[in-house]
C-alpha cells in the first residue's frame, strides 16, 4: 500500500547509493506537489503565462481560503479575483470577488520600490545585524553542545571506573551513558536544522550582486523578453503570499502582503465602484459639492474646481460637468439660477432667451418649448448638462413659430418650418 512520507513508520536513509540526497528528493516531492494547481489543498501551481499577477498566492480576507482566477472583456484583459469557497463547499453565497488590475499595479510598484537600491542597501544592513546575532546564536548553540559532550564524556568516564561485580551500578551507569549520547545526538541535529534554516553568509560577491540587481531589476521587469510566467517568479521569491478584502472599508481594498522574509505589510487603494453612493470619499465629495454650489458656481465650475483637488469618477476617469450634474439629481442638489427667486430672466444678457421667455414670446406653454428643443427646432445651447437654456430667436423667426405653433396638428410640417427658420435671419 503506497502511503505519503509523512505516515512511514520507518525510514532508513542512505541503504543504497543515490545520485541525489535525500534533502534534494524532498526538495523535489515538495516542488512536484507546489506545481499542482489544487487550491483546496493550499497548492498554489506553477507560474502560468496569464495577465494575473498574483495567479495561485492570493488568499481571501473573509475566509482565508485561495481565491481562483477569471477573465472578462472581450479580449479576456480584465481579470477578477474570486473567492468560490463557500459556494463550492457549503453552497452559500460568494464570499467576494475583486477586480484585480489596480491590485497588480500596487504589487507592481511595491515589489520595484522593494529593489530600489537605497531599500536594497538598507535591508543588507539589516542582514549584516541579523548574521551578528546569528553568529551570537550559534555561539551559544556550541557552548550547549559542548556542554552536553562533556556531560557524556564525564558519564563514560563513571561507566568505565566501575568494577565489574557491581552489576547493578554498572547497569545504572551504563543507562545513564546512554541518556547522555542520546542528547548530544538530538542537540547535534538540532544545530544542523537551526543552521540549514539560519545561516546564511553573504559574501562581498553576494552583496554586489544584489546591489545591481537593484538597478537591473526594473529594466528586466519592463524588457519585452520577460514573460507574464517571469513576472510571477520574481514576485514568488519575495512574496509569500497575499490576502485581499474589499468589505473592511466603503469604496477601499485593503491588502496584506506576506513576504518570503517573514514581514508583512498593510495596504489600502480606493477602488472603482458602480455608484456615488459607494464611494470611498462619498461625505467628503458630497460636502465638496454642496458648498460650491451653494457658492453660486456653474456646474463647469465645480467640476473644474474637484478635479484639481484630486477627485475622481467611480470609474476613475476626470470629473466633468455631466459628472456634477449626476451627482446632484442623485443628492437632490438643485442648479445655480441667476435670479434671486430663483428663475430665470425671459432674456440673458446676451439677448437670447430663456426657455419661459421664449414661450411668452412666441405663446405656447413651457412644455412645447422643451419639445422643440428636443426636436431639434431651435438654435440653443446649455452651459452645462442641466442648466439654463439659452435660445437665440429673431423677429422673423418668433412669427414663424407662432404660425406653426397656430396651425392644426394634421397641417404641421417641420421639415418646412427649419427652412423657414434658418433663412429667417440669425441676428440678436
Known amino acids: 500500500m503506497r502511503l505519503p512520507i509523512d505516515r512511514w513508520e520507518v525510514c532508513i536513509q542512505d541503504a543504497f547509493p543515490a545520485y541525489i540526497t535525500w534533502e534534494e528528493f524532498v526538495s523535489n516531492q515538495k516542488r512536484l506537489a507546489a506545481n499542482q494547481n489544487n487550491y483546496r489543498q493550499n497548492q498554489r501551481g506553477a507560474a502560468r503565462e496569464g495577465r494575473a499577477l498574483l495567479q495561485g498566492i492570493v488568499l481571501c480576507g473573509l475566509c482565508g481560503s485561495h481565491m481562483t482566477l477569471h477573465y472578462e472583456g472581450g479580449r479576456n484583459d480584465h481579470l477578477v479575483y474570486i473567492c468560490d469557497a463557500e459556494v463550492r463547499d457549503y453552497g452559500s453565497r460568494r464570499c467576494q470577488q475583486v477586480r484585480g488590475l489596480a491590485v497588480d499595479a500596487e504589487i507592481q510598484r511595491l515589489v520595484l520600490q522593494a529593489f530600489e537600491p537605497d531599500r ?9 545585524q541579523l548574521e551578528c546575532e546569528a553568529a551570537m546564536l550559534e555561539r551559544q548553540w556550541k557552548m550547549r553542545i559542548e556542554r552536553v559532550r562533556y556531560e557524556a564524556t564525564r558519564a563514560q568516564r563513571q561507566y568505565e571506573m566501575c568494577e565489574p561485580e557491581n552489576r547493578l551500578v554498572a ?16 542537540a547535534e541535529q538540532e544545530f544542523e ?11 562581498d560577491e553576494d552583496r554586489r550582486q544584489i546591489l545591481a540587481l537593484g538597478e537591473d531589476l526594473p529594466k528586466l521587469w519592463a524588457a519585452p523578453t520577460t514573460t507574464n510566467a517571469d513576472r510571477k517568479q520574481i514576485i514568488r521569491l519575495i512574496i509569500k503570499d497575499v490576502v485581499l478584502d474589499q468589505k473592511r472599508e466603503r469604496g477601499k481594498l485593503w491588502f496584506k502582503i506576506n513576504w518570503q522574509t517573514g514581514a508583512t505589510t498593510e495596504h489600502w487603494i ?13 461625505e467628503q465629495l458630497q460636502t465638496r459639492v454642496r458648498t460650491l454650489n451653494a457658492e453660486g458656481k ?6 473644474a474646481t474637484l478635479a484639481s483637488e484630486g477627485y475622481r469618477t467611480t470609474k476613475g476617469g476626470q470629473i466633468n460637468s455631466v459628472s456634477v450634474y449626476h451627482m446632484r439629481k442623485c443628492w437632490g442638489i438643485r442648479a445655480n439660477r441667476q435670479c434671486e427667486d ?33 426636436g431639434g427646432l431651435l438654435d440653443a445651447r446649455q452651459s452645462t448638462k442641466g442648466g439654463a437654456w439659452k435660445i437665440r430667436l429673431t423677429a422673423e423667426q418668433i412669427s414663424c413659430l407662432r404660425e406653426y405653433a397656430q396651425q392644426p396638428q394634421a397641417k404641421r410640417r417641420r421639415k418646412t418650418l427649419r427652412g423657414q427658420l434658418a433663412t429667417g435671419g440669425q441676428s440678436e
Do not use: C, F, M
Request: aromatic share 6%; net charge positive; no cysteine.
Open 298 to 303: 456653474a456646474d463647469n465650475e465645480i467640476a
Open 171 to 186: 547497569r545504572n551507569l551504563e543507562r545513564l551513558w546512554e541518556t547522555k549520547l542520546r542528547a548530544v545526538e538530538e
Open 120 to 128: 536594497v542597501a538598507l535591508a543588507l544592513g539589516a542582514l549584516e
Open 193 to 203: 536544522a537551526w543552521r540549514r534554516q539560519n545561516g546564511t553568509v553573504l559574501t
Open 342 to 374: 430663483g428663475r430665470n430672466p425671459q432674456r440673458w444678457e446676451d439677448g437670447t432667451y430663456s426657455v419661459q421667455g421664449a414661450a411668452a414670446a412666441i405663446g405656447v406653454k413651457v412644455s412645447i418649448i422643451h419639445r422643440w428643443l428636443r
Open 270 to 282: 480606493k477602488r472603482r465602484t458602480t455608484s456615488y453612493r459607494e464611494q470611498a470619499d462619498l
